[in-house]
């Protein structure tokens, strides 16, 4: 009697996991795509998602997204609907990643004493991380809310690419000021030698931060990461001592990390498309303070 055959079960395949590039702004707000990737959120859901710090910002991410560099970026919402209203963008807005607004700080080397207040802004030297950057647009909304010069309300913008090269150009003398979120500026105004002073600050008057996907990256993948990103930000939320640790490791001290905890309001679904009175907010006001509409 021959021996029945056996018939081992064939091992399931793996299925071929889909490779996305994700720009992101190595801050506190990006705490939520951290999660999202150790706890593996990404990748239950067939995503092989390589994160890709942008500590220079927003106009850097757009800059790779027009070329092809990345497949999706997290960043400030200003900044991608400003390159979307000037120029032929190839990436689109998700949706919201923050509902709050940012805390713009506007900062000047510490020595500065000719440097006292906001108003005295006008007609000087703005540094930012790039052209097109949020620390770029949000000058132009400082200068609107200051009553500057709309047609010119400052003489320029040296570029300095990050937050190290623009806290060195307020000190070098090469711009007088510069923008950039309070929390990761603060403790450069502390301390017996600090190396900055605060001028003022500004909020953006619209949710902060976005979700954009570059334009050939497919609407299955594009759902995918989104929810992936909505359970990251679920883990954050729901994890607030793990959130705090986490921040403290990119430089933030635990009594910010626990203040700004305090403040931000994450997106329930980074799916949902920005509200088009929200979208227009943004025009009408970057209109107004001249950042679009006149050939910038």
Not at 21 to 46: N, V
Request: charged share 25%; glycine share 8%.
């Amino acid at each position: 009697m021959q021996n029945p055959k056996i018939i081992r079960p064939r091992a399931p395949k793996t299925p071929l996991m889909k490779a996305v590039r994700l720009g992101f702004i190595p801050e506190h707000y990006s705490t939520p795509i951290h999660f999202a990737q150790t706890q593996k959120f990404f990748s239950k859901r067939g995503l092989d998602v390589e994160l890709i710090p942008y500590p220079s910002g927003s106009g850097h991410l757009i800059q790779s997204l027009d070329k092809g560099e990345l497949d999706a970026a997290v960043g400030l919402t200003e900044a991608f609907v400003r390159g979307i209203a000037t120029s032929p963008a190839k990436y689109s807005i998700v949706g919201t990643y923050v509902e709050s607004p940012l805390h713009w700080a506007v900062s000047t080397g510490a020595k500065r004493n000719e440097l006292q207040n906001l108003k005295q802004l006008e007609g000087k030297r703005i540094g930012v991380s790039r052209i097109g950057s949020g620390s770029y647009v949000m000058s132009f909304v400082l200068a609107l809310e200051q009553g500057f010069n709309a047609g010119r309300p400052f003489v320029d913008f040296p570029v300095c690419h990050n937050f190290e090269q623009l806290r060195k150009s307020v000190n070098d003398q090469t711009s007088e000021a510069f923008m950039w979120e309070y929390f990761t500026t603060k403790k450069y105004y502390q301390g017996e030698n600090p190396e900055l002073k605060m001028l003022g600050s500004i909020y953006t008057p619209w949710p902060s931060w976005v979700l954009v996907r570059q334009e050939n990256l497919d609407p299955q993948t594009t759902r995918q990461l989104s929810e992936s990103l909505d359970e990251g930000i679920a883990y954050f939320e729901q994890h607030p001592d793990q959130s705090t640790e986490h921040i403290k490791a990119l430089g933030y001290s635990e009594e910010d990390a626990r203040e700004w905890l305090k403040k931000v309001e994450f997106s329930k679904s980074c799916y949902t498309p920005l509200k088009k009175d929200v979208n227009d907010n943004v025009i009408h006001v970057l209109h107004t303070a001249g950042v679009i509409g006149d050939g910038r």
